[in-house]
């Protein structure tokens, strides 16, 4: 089966045409190498998805003959993405709800420095 529809089938991305413009942008990887959306995906192939500044790590355990319903996505994959990635897309979310309210602009210069300083937190 193609990345892409094999995305588009573990509800990765919600349209397989998203799926493949991720695969032409480089944002897909097997293996550590960025793929083509034609690339054949096989089991325990590792694969790497960069969606909303996260890099996902998923390893593929099935093929899907179709779409699945969300109840049956362990069947045919792994999430093996690591927690730290999954805490930091979390702090983003928080940080997007409350840091800037909707409507206020585009953030200055400060502001970013602010909220990247936020997202590191204290070291």
């Known amino acids: ?10 509800r990765y991305f919600k349209t397989r045409n998203q799926a493949t413009e991720a695969c032409r942008k480089g944002m897909v990887r097997i293996g550590g190498i960025a793929v083509k959306p034609s690339r054949e995906v096989l089991p325990h192939d590792e694969v790497q998805v960069r969606r909303n500044q996260v890099n996902l790590q998923l390893k593929v355990v099935g093929i899907p003959p ?10 045919y994959r792994e999430d093996t993405t690591p927690r730290e990635e999954m805490e930091r897309f979390e702090k983003m979310q ?3 709800e409350y ?8 953030p200055t210069k400060k502001d970013r420095r602010e909220l990247d300083d936020y997202l590191d937190g204290p070291e």
Request: charged share 30%; aromatic share 12%; with cysteine.
């Open 1 to 10: 089966m193609r990345i892409d529809k094999y995305l588009w089938c573990t």
């Open 66 to 75: 179709q779409r699945v319903g969300a109840k049956w996505l362990g069947l």
């Open 94 to 96: 928080e940080a997007r």
């Open 99 to 106: 840091y800037r309210q909707k409507g206020t602009g585009r």
